[in-house]
Structures are given as C-alpha cells and as structure tokens.
C-alpha cells in the first residue's frame, strides 16, 4: 500500500480510537447512574467512583510520556498506532470481565487503555511529517485536531445512550467497545509501514524531554502560559466529573444521555470562543488572560445557584427524552465561550514563542502538565466527595478556584 494512503486511514483510525475512549468511561460512570437509582451506592459514593473511575486515564501518560515518545521516535510509528490500539482492546476486555469478577475491574481496564494512550497519542501527532509535505501539516495537524474534540464530544454522547440502552446488558455495550478498538486496530495494521530509526537512543531522548521541560517551566513568560492551559483543564475536568451528580441531584434527570447533552451546550459555546479568538486575537496578545478568568468565574458560580433560585431552573424544553433547561444551557454556553477566549491565544503564543525546533516536545510537555491538571481534578473531585460537599458546592469552588487565580496570575510582556 502506498503510503500516500496512510493519511486517510490515520483519520479514520484516530476518530475510532478516539470516539471509544470516551464511549468506553460513558459506559463504565453510566452504571452508577442506575446502581444510584435502584439504592445500590449512596450519591457520596457514585461521586467517589465517578472521580476514580475518569482520572484512571490521565495516570499512565504522566509517567510514560518520555518513555512512548522515545519508543514512537526510535519504532516505525504505525507499529506504535497499532499496538496502542491492541493495549485499548485488552483494557476493555479487562472492563468486560468486570460483569463477573467485579465492578473494580472496569477501573483497571480504563487504566490500561489510558497506557494505550500514552502509546498512541505520540505516534498520531509525530507520524505526519512522515506521510505527508511539510505544505500540508498545518492543515493536517488541525483536521487530527478536529477529529479528536469531534471524537470527545460525540464518544460521551454515545457512551451515555449505551449505556441507557444497554442498563441490564453491559456485555453488549462492551463488545460493540471491542468491534470498534478492533476496526482502529485493523485500520492501522493495513498503513504501509513508517521507517524506524535505530539513532535514537533511550537516556539521550528522555534527558532532551526533561530538560525542555526544565526550560519551558524556568521561562517567565512560557511558564505562566503552561499554568494558564493547566487552569483550564483542571476546571475543565472538575465541570465534567460534577455533571452527572449536578444532573441527578438539581437537574433531576433520569438518564446518562440527558446528562451528557450538558457537556454539549459546554463544547459548543468553546468552540465558538475559539472561533471568536482567532478572529478577534494576535499571536502573543495575552494582556485580556487574567479578565477571562475572573469572568468564567462568573457563569460557574452562578450554576451553584441553579437549586435554589427557581428562575434558573425554567423554562424547559423538551426533545424526546432530551430536557434543555434553557438558563443552564445559556450558562453553560457561555461558560464555554469565555474559555475558548482564555484557551485559544495560550496555546498559541505557547507553540509561537517556544522554540520551532523542539515543538514536538513543548506539545509533549504541554500534555504531561495538562495531564497532571486532570488528575488534580479528579483528586478535588473524590475530597469534595470524602468532605461530603453538595455537587452545588462542587461548582463554587471551581468559581473560586478560577477567582483566586485571576488574582494572582501574572503575564510578563512578549
């Protein structure tokens, strides 16, 4: 196969695997919705679990992020592709057997897919300039890009419907997981293979990561960016992990799809402050960086509010199954656009002003910190739980959090 074709197949492969690793968490924090139900766990408990059960993927590239990039640098990177992919299929094999061994199980299996991750997340990126002109990267690299937050998004909604559907018959949730890791699998077994390059060497490799990160974190300026883009997934993540508690408790929804619509309304208005950023924005202007905190502080806070403040809680629309509570979606819209304004311009002077000969390596570090920021997201999360704080309470120190750091955060000029 010529290797013109890689391109294409890469797209398909990574929106596969993509899609099912969100699918597969909507499956696994979806059953504590009904174990919640039927008075099986307390609501502390599904908050507990919930926690545990979505940090599980963010472990593994914190402590593998030099290893898979030496491994992906030094290995034909379709090799990598695959076997991330093989990795996948035995940590949902590993959730399947959960159905029978217990439920525990479904938090390692999600470890292990976040190992295959950790594998697969450098070969996607770093296989491009391999396969395609340089004319073309940009491009590519925002298609890969798209793909990936199409995936995030449209992989919970699927995960939350299967697992409605599917609420007394996990095992077929899990073999429809297992068809489409396989197909990702497929997918890149059939790309023509990439060369290796046996002069990569393992201590050299990771020591360059390591100190590049050293740098990046001693800048004055690139420091406070990787701070910046830290804040925003900690938030992020802690958002996410409070939706289905919040959904159950104040919203009063009934099912795993009602609630993940929530983080629908969330993606849509990002991606509309991202599109409104790069219009609106210069590389390297920041100066507005700390206004769009404080200001996302804003619709947060007011989202505690929503239980009792009857005005937030109508009017609502109904499509089908789906509720829009309509104050709720404009907030979180709105919480969405002000992201995408603090987001967007980061990420760009971050890849802008960090030097163009070791980009690859300012993303890797990039993701090792955002990665760390998920994590003490769902460490929060699981002690607001243990401190028995509402999931309104949960909303306010998001508010805070953001307040504080509005306070405080400080960006050198350029």
Same mark, same amino acid.
């Given at each position: 196969?010529? %290797? ?5 197949? +890469?797209? =398909? ?32 408990? +599904?908050?507990?679990?919930?926690? &545990? ?13 030099? *290893? !898979? ?19 996948? &299929?035995?940590?949902?094999?590993? !959730? ?19 190992? #295959? ?16 002109? %340089?004319? %073309? ?68 490799? $990771? ?19 990787? *701070? ?6 900690? !938030?992020? =993540? ?26 629908? /309304? ?10 409104? =950023? ?9 100066? /507005? $960086? ?5 200001? @996302? ?19 609502? +629309? ?15 819209? &709105? ?14 002077? @971050? ?8 980009? #690859? ?11 760390? #920021?998920?994590? @003490? ?23 805070? +959090? ?7 955060? %400080?960006?050198?000029?350029?």
């Amino acid at each position: 196969m010529s %290797r013109n074709r890689n391109y294409p197949i +890469l797209l =398909a492969s990574q929106f596969i695997s993509s899609f099912g690793d969100n699918a597969l968490l909507g499956v696994i924090i979806g059953q504590l919705t009904y174990l919640q139900q039927r008075g099986e766990i307390t609501t502390d408990t +599904l908050r507990s679990q919930n926690s &545990l059960y979505t940090l599980m993927i963010f472990i593994p590239p914190i402590f593998l992020s030099s *290893i !898979c990039g030496y491994l992906n640098d030094r290995y034909p990177k379709t090799t990598w592709l695959a076997r991330g992919n093989l990795v996948k &299929l035995v940590g949902t094999l590993c !959730c399947l057997s959960s159905i029978w061994l217990g439920f525990w199980l479904q938090g390692l299996g999600y470890f292990i897919v976040g190992i #295959g991750v950790s594998i697969y997340g450098p070969a996607k990126y770093g296989i491009l300039p391999e396969i395609l002109p %340089r004319e %073309r990267l940009v491009k590519a690299n925002g298609m890969v890009e798209l793909l990936t937050l199409v995936a995030i998004l449209t992989g919970g909604i699927a995960g939350a419907r299967l697992s409605d559907v599917f609420r007394n018959q996990v095992l077929h949730s899990y073999l429809i997981l297992l068809a489409m890791y396989g197909a990702s699998w497929a997918l890149n077994f059939s790309m023509a293979p990439t060369p290796a390059n046996i002069q990569v060497k393992f201590g050299p490799s $990771t020591g360059e990561f390591f100190r590049h990160a050293v740098a990046l974190f001693t800048h004055p300026r690139l420091s406070r960016t990787l *701070i910046g883009t830290a804040l925003f997934w900690v !938030c992020g =993540a802690m958002l996410k992990i409070n939706f289905q508690p919040w959904g159950l408790e104040v919203l009063h929804f009934t099912t795993n799809t009602q609630i993940a619509i929530l983080g629908v /309304w969330l993606s849509v208005g990002l991606m509309l402050g991202s599109l409104l =950023a790069g219009a609106w924005f210069p590389i390297g202007q920041l100066k /507005w $960086t700390r206004l769009f905190i404080a200001l @996302l502080a804003v619709p947060v806070g007011i989202l505690s509010l929503v239980k009792v403040v009857p005005i937030l809680q109508g009017p609502v +629309l109904h499509w089908g199954e789906i509720q829009v509570v309509v104050p709720v979606t404009v907030l979180l819209m &709105l919480a969405g656009v002000i992201a995408g304004l603090f987001l967007i311009p980061l990420n760009a002077s @971050l890849q802008d002003e960090s030097d163009h000969t070791k980009l #690859g390596k300012t993303i890797a570090v990039q993701n090792l910190n955002d990665n760390l #920021g998920m994590l @003490l997201a769902g460490g929060m999360c699981f002690a607001a739980a243990q401190f028995h704080l509402s999931s309104s309470d949960l909303f306010v120190v998001v508010a805070s +959090l953001l307040a504080g750091a509005a306070l405080f955060f %400080r960006m050198p000029p350029r």
